[in-house]
């Protein structure tokens, strides 16, 4: 059985106008995300994850942004190409975020009720007050805050870390949708927490049989929630592939070197942790070739002059790299 696909971007491109001129933030990017498949969008900060998840969400700033290429097919409908009026009956309802910081995405001077009782005037206006404020309460029981009745007339900064990402939660679902995209939802949380979150997430998910976005910087989240994978670097995918055939059988450098600079059990005691050398090139000076040729151990002339195309590694699975070959990588000695 073929999986359905729920949300389809392709050639996407994003460019950003600033004080030093026009940068490229996004360039080329591709991915599909399946039904009731969470899919993890992994890479460093600044390589795009945030700005491709604001960029579906139709919530890039104006006038700096603009989308220059691409599209994000929704039910067969290219979400860049809607008017305001139906991208507003979308978001929320339809295509839902976990934003990366609660306490600027709630309201400071609204209590926690209001906020959530604003969600069902907007998407369910027929509704009675009553109504929806039985349906706020009820939310807020799903996503494990005690008390929810006091939660209601209290304000966000009355409220721990976890619990505001917990209302944050209560927010994005409230209307069921179809797609839920988490930018960093564990960001700032201690590691009990963040497990929480994250099961709490995968738990609703489950259930709903909704589709994912989960957008960090941590492997250790991506392996254990996620069906799918895309692996980011300065604005372009370097590689993508179902979960466990990325973590078992990376084909990019890039990728190869952020699961080496993984700390594990199984190495010897101390002793140096791997990492990546070199910094990310600039947005406003990137290089002809492949971004990642400056700080490739097995770079060769070809990565710093052409840019690598996505080159299938077998079934649902590509790597943006000339060199990925599994004996050129050995015989290096790098894997």
Request: glycine share 6%.
């Amino acid at each position: 059985m073929v999986d359905k696909i729920v949300l389809d971007v392709s050639d996407l491109r994003i460019d950003f106008h600033t004080e030093q001129g026009k940068i490229r933030a996004v360039d080329q990017v591709d991915f599909q995300l399946k039904k009731g498949r969470i899919l993890g969008i992994a890479g460093e900060s600044g390589c795009g994850k945030s700005v491709t998840a604001l960029s579906i969400m139709r919530l890039l700033p104006k006038p700096v942004s603009r989308i220059v290429k691409g599209r994000a097919l929704y039910n067969d409908q290219n979400i860049y190409d809607l008017p305001v009026s139906d991208m507003r009956s979308i978001r929320g309802k339809k295509i839902s975020m976990i934003f990366q910081e609660p306490m600027t995405a709630l309201n400071p001077v609204h209590g926690i009720g209001k906020q959530l009782i604003e969600i069902y005037k907007l998407h369910f206006p027929g509704l009675s007050y009553r109504e929806m404020a039985a349906a706020s309460l009820k939310m807020l029981r799903k996503v494990g805050i005690p008390d929810p009745d006091k939660v209601m007339k209290k304000y966000p900064h009355h409220l721990s870390g976890g619990m505001r990402q917990r209302i944050m939660i209560a927010m994005s679902l409230a209307c069921e949708p179809d797609i839920l995209i988490a930018d960093e939802p564990t960001t700032a949380l201690d590691v009990t927490v963040q497990a929480q979150i994250l099961d709490l997430i995968r738990s609703f998910q489950a259930k709903s049989n909704m589709s994912v976005i989960l957008i960090t910087h941590d492997l250790g989240v991506i392996a254990e929630n996620c069906d799918d994978v895309v692996v980011m670097y300065a604005g372009r995918i370097a590689e993508k592939a179902d979960a466990l055939t990325l973590f078992k059988y990376p084909r990019h450098p890039y990728t190869i070197g952020l699961l080496k600079s993984i700390p594990s059990l199984a190495g010897e005691p101390k002793t140096i942790l791997p990492t990546i050398k070199g910094n990310v090139p600039s947005l406003q000076d990137m290089p002809d070739g492949c971004r990642f040729a400056s700080r490739c151990p097995v770079a060769e002339e070809i990565c710093k002059k052409k840019v690598p195309g996505q080159r299938s590694m077998g079934h649902n699975h590509t790597a943006a790299c000339h060199l990925a070959d599994t004996k050129f990588f050995e015989k290096k000695g790098f894997i």
